[in-house]
T-cell receptor, first 109, second 119 residues
Framework: EDKVVQSPLSLVVHEGDTVTLNCSYE??????LLWYKQEKKAPTFLFML????IEKKSGRLSSILDKKELFSILNITATQTGDSAVYLC?????????FGTGTRLTVIP | DVKVTQSSRYLVKRTGEKVFLECVQD?????MFWYRQDPGLGLRLIYF???????EKGDIPEGYSVSREKKERFSLILESASTNQTSMYLC??????????????????FGPGTRLTVL
């Protein structure tokens, strides 16, 4: 059984659209929820969320955590072709870490 | 800037060969990790290390071993490579959240990956 589930698996949008990516996780020994962007090779870190309801923001990207409902969302506004990537979320616990399989976002001009 | 480097970008080996994948980080990080990434399965943790000579199994340690003789270097070893170990291997490092036995998986910095093909 997957511990971290991301949806949708794949998404195709036009430039300028706003997208919302979802990540649901398990509660066992929850410590943090991480978001990464993976373009061609190595994932690069986007956000770490530990507290519920506090939005983290970086340019057109923002993310929020809901510890009651056990999910996080990653929003990207005014998407650009450079946002095309696989977005990974990961849950960390006291002694473990689990990645989701990712959402592949394709932004077409 | 944090830099994590991996010894090879592409590697082709034969079944039964011993394979060494090297990872070096230059930020004095205590934590280092080895993952493999396969389509449909995402990133899966093989082993991690939170200090020199310390290691712990991740989710899929079978068929792998690791070595951490120096803080900056974490090696992944395939004692006898098999075709089902064909994969992209990613190394990562991070600072610890606390000290001593407290381990953390905060922001991780990834290397560029090694695509290993076992024939």
């Amino acid at each position: 059984e997957d511990k971290v589930v991301q949806s949708p698996l794949s998404l195709v949008v036009h430039e300028g659209d706003t997208v919302t990516l979802n990540c649901s996780y398990e509660v066992t020994n929850f410590r943090s929820l991480l978001w990464y962007k993976q373009e061609k090779k190595a994932p690069t870190f986007l956000f770490m969320l530990t507290s519920s309801g506090i939005e983290k923001k970086s340019g057109r990207l923002s993310s929020i955590l809901d510890k009651k409902e056990l999910f996080s969302i990653l929003n990207i506004t005014a998407t650009q072709t450079g946002d095309s990537a696989v977005y990974l979320c990961a849950q960390t616990g006291a002694n473990n870490l689990f990645f989701g399989t990712g959402t592949r976002l394709t932004v077409i001009p | 800037d944090v830099k994590v480097t991996q010894s090879s970008r592409y590697l082709v080996k034969r079944t039964g060969e011993k394979v060494f994948l090297e990872c070096v980080q230059d930020m004095d990080h205590e934590n280092m990790f080895w993952y493999r990434q396969d389509p449909g399965l995402g990133l899966r943790l093989i082993y991690f290390s939170y200090d020199v000579k310390m290691k712990e199994k991740g989710d899929i340690p079978e068929g792998y071993s690791v070595s951490r003789e120096k803080k900056e270097r974490f090696s992944l070893i395939l004692e006898s490579a098999s075709t089902n170990q064909t994969s992209m291997y990613l190394c990562a490092s991070s600072w610890p959240e606390g000290t001593g036995w407290v381990r953390s998986y905060n922001e991780q910095f990834f290397g560029p990956g090694t695509r290993l093909t076992v024939l």
